[in-house]
């Protein structure tokens, strides 16, 4: 039998080659893996944030949450170093804006700017509840506090709040009030719970047909945002008795605020925060929060926000934690005590 001496040891050619291949492939998954890794680490290792953040409003452009997120935002991408941009998703009483947020990866790029609409009105006042604010978010910052006041129509003989109280309990039934939200619907029954006061209620979809009918003189009473309303205190068609700030506004400075009137047992409080989902890095947490801390600081910022009596404020977020189930607590306990009907 003939042997080739040459290619004793040596394997075929073919399985050679494939031998060779077949190692260079490993190699080549090996330095893949080790890229993604270091990319991945390189990414990480980049501090936040590295790219634009989507802020979901819940309330259409135009309205007084959109404004001050605007205003708000504004500052704070120039705090941040990255651009804020503005998704408003309105609807459901907040609840679509807090599902995409709760919803969305724990990265910090995607934040709410959460209300007491969303956060409390839409978790009390349904039958089922879209989520649990307390488990569904992680606080960050207080925003500030929505400018809520106290109107009257010009027929009503009352110019402060202590002839308006005494005119209603002495006209039982007689005298019609309107909300345009769920903070306007609560904050209004609590005022007739602990002043013992019986009014009509008429509830509309929005401040602004139930502004409309107060200036008609088709309700006498409304606590709510200033919008048309403010102007028309001025034309002397309807009166402002009392703001629900903790300050007066510059909007009303006459107008005394809730306390100062001697409606200190009113403990609505209309609020704005940043939030983010459930289990967000601390890290970036602390970044947002500093930052909120930088455009509270900021007089162009306050002033501009003064202007749609808006009060600015930021917060730690355990300051917001507490804030948030300090509301829910008010808001469960005065459904229940008024009898509010969840729908």
Known sequence: MRRDWFNIG???????????????????????????????????????????????????????????????TQALSQALGQPLIIDNRGGADGAIAGDAVKNSPPDGYTLLFATTTGLNAAPVMRKQPPYDPITAFTPISMVGRFGFFLFVHESLPAKTVPEFLAYVRANPGKVNYGTGNGTSILATAQLALVEKLNMQHIPYKGDAPATADLIAGRVQVMIGTPGSAMPQVKEGRLRVLATLLSSRSPLAPDAPTAVEAGLGRLTITPWAGLFGPAKLPPEVVERVAAAMRTVAGRGDVREGLDRIAFQLQSSTPAEMAALLKEQLDVWRKTADEVGLERN
């Open 10 to 72: 040596r394997p075929p050619p073919l399985r050679g080659a494939l031998i060779k291949q077949e190692t260079i492939m490993r190699l080549s998954h090996a330095l893949g893996a080790a890229l993604l890794a270091l990319s991945a680490a390189a990414a990480v290792a980049q501090p936040y944030p590295n790219r634009p953040v989507r802020l979901i409003v819940p309330f259409p452009a135009g309205g007084a949450a959109d404004l001050a997120a605007r205003t708000v």
